[in-house]
């Protein structure tokens, strides 16, 4: 579809700090993410306390990573240990977030943040560490 001006970015490949021959391509959020996602966030799961109690919970911060990967989720190089695509590129949801979680939390991060780069209001963003060069608002 073409719609000139609002598209955010092209897919693009975003390649891993220390595998630079891997990648993961990210594609824009479209509106039907938008929705997708905000069910994600306002439907409640149950959990069980250690007391047999159950009450209903929002999703975690890594369930959340996990969703917006997901539904950004364009295509990757990364491969099983036969040698065979851990992904298509049209793979489902649910898939992708199986294959996310067999990954190294560091990968998921990266990735995460490389959205937050590129896509208003979704993915992570990196924090400065304390003492870097940027300005003090405050001064």
């Given at each position: 579809?073409?719609?000139?001006?609002?598209?955010?970015?092209?897919?693009?490949?975003?390649?891993?700090?220390?595998?630079?021959?891997?990648?993961?391509?990210?594609k824009?959020?479209?509106?039907?993410?938008?929705?997708?996602?905000?069910?994600?966030?306002?439907?409640?799961?149950?959990?069980?306390?250690?007391?047999?109690?159950?009450?209903?919970?929002?999703?975690?911060?890594?369930?959340?990573?996990?969703?917006?990967?997901?539904?950004?989720?364009?295509?990757?190089?990364?491969?099983?240990?036969?040698?065979?695509?851990?992904?298509?590129?049209?793979?489902?949801?649910?898939?992708i977030?199986?294959?996310?979680?067999?990954?190294?939390?560091?990968?998921?991060?990266?990735?995460?943040?490389?959205?937050?780069?590129?896509?208003?209001?979704?993915?992570?963003?990196?924090?400065?560490a304390?003492?870097?060069e940027?300005?003090?608002?405050?001064?």
């Amino acid at each position: 579809m073409k719609v000139g001006n609002y598209v955010l970015f092209e897919p693009f490949e975003y390649k891993f700090k220390k595998e630079p021959d891997l990648y993961w391509k990210i594609k824009p959020p479209t509106s039907g993410d938008e929705v997708d996602m905000a069910r994600f966030l306002n439907r409640g799961k149950y959990v069980v306390s250690n007391e047999g109690a159950s009450r209903e919970d929002a999703p975690t911060l890594v369930e959340i990573m996990h969703r917006e990967v997901a539904l950004t989720f364009a295509g990757t190089n990364i491969e099983d240990d036969d040698g065979k695509p851990v992904l298509k590129d049209n793979a489902s949801v649910s898939s992708i977030e199986k294959v996310l979680k067999q990954l190294p939390y560091a990968m998921v991060l990266e990735i995460w943040e490389a959205i937050g780069d590129h896509c208003p209001g979704w993915g992570g963003k990196k924090v400065e560490a304390e003492g870097s060069e940027e300005e003090d608002p405050n001064s």
